[in-house]
């Protein structure tokens, strides 16, 4: 059966970023670079690659630059054309007219209304959502969205990235009750937001990568505050698992948790690694630096 193709993502930014505070007083943390590409461009990267069109951006105070990190830049552009410069690094800055939504969440209530706030551009269609600051790091051409939605295409319903992590680790994030397991996909019986250290129905986390149906913005309408006094997103999926079909899917891939400072640093080292143009002489610093102890 043909399924609604997934054409929109909502990518909520509009959060504070306390965690990497004083860098992220002026600067959004969906900005902070890996290497030199910030959050967003990645995120924003693995949506296209997946087929979706529009990008949509929950914004908030302070994060007017992930606004103009997405527009034209006359100036610069303009000066290093007429001195010959190559510009190709800027090609994934630039979305199609039209193709770049940005709204606001006025207070930081939450990811559930984050997402909310996005219900009438999502109208009736399903969509999917990318939390840039979980930076997942697919195979060439397979990321992690495009694998979602080559599972997406089989099951229809509801989809949410399903990553294993050790089960003291559970209480901060949204955690899976699983049911059956067949292939990359688990079936979901339940989920929880935060559950209290011992009390997590399993070690398989929610890392930030959703595809799902558009209901999820009536359930928000009237969701109450859940863990932390926020609106959960993860509250608001429980909510419809029994009624659609509701999946996990297994990533084949790294997960780095960029909101973490020891997951954003670990991405960077990983991804200069990995670099053609100062991949060797970051490998000689590493081993040079942990040669000393
Ligand atoms: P986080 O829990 O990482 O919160 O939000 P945060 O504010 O970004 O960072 P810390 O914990 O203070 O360091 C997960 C995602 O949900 C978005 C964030 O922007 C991030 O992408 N979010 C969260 C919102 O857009 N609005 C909210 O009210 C809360």
């Not at 999502?122 to 397979?142: H, S």
């Amino acid at each position: 059966m043909a399924h609604k193709p997934i054409r929109k993502a909502i990518f909520p930014v509009a959060g504070l970023g306390t965690r990497f505070l004083p860098a992220t007083k002026a600067v959004p943390k969906e900005l902070l670079p890996v290497v030199d590409r910030p959050l967003i461009q990645y995120a924003v990267d693995e949506a296209i690659e997946a087929g979706i069109e529009q990008m949509i951006f929950v914004t908030g105070r302070g994060k007017g630059a992930i606004e103009d990190y997405f527009d034209i830049a006359f100036e610069c552009e303009t000066l290093q054309r007429e001195r010959g410069k190559d510009l190709s690094a800027l090609e994934g800055t630039r979305l199609a007219p039209g193709n770049a939504v940005f709204l606001r969440q006025q207070e930081s209530l939450g990811l559930g209304h984050a997402i909310w706030c996005a219900r009438d551009i999502i109208g009736d269609e399903p969509f999917a959502i990318l939390l840039p600051d979980e930076f997942m790091k697919g195979t060439p051409g397979n990321g992690c969205m495009k694998q979602m939605v080559d599972a997406y295409e089989k099951t229809g319903g509801n989809l949410v990235c399903a990553l294993e992590i050790p089960i003291e680790q559970t209480p901060s994030y949204g955690v899976i009750d699983p049911g059956a397991r067949d292939g990359v996909l688990t079936e979901v019986k339940g989920l929880v937001e935060k559950p209290a250290l011992g009390t997590a129905p399993s070690n398989l986390i929610l890392p930030g990568r959703y595809i799902l149906q558009p209901g999820v913005m009536k359930i928000l309408e009237t969701q109450e505050k859940g863990a932390g006094g926020e609106i959960q997103l993860t509250d608001a999926m429980a909510s419809m698992i029994g009624q659609q079909p509701f999946h996990g899917v297994t990533f084949d891939g790294r997960r780095f948790d960029c909101g973490s400072k020891a997951g954003y640093i670990e991405a960077n080292l990983a991804m200069a690694l990995e670099r053609a143009d100062i991949g060797a002489h970051i490998r000689a610093f590493a081993t040079a630096e942990l040669a000393q102890g």
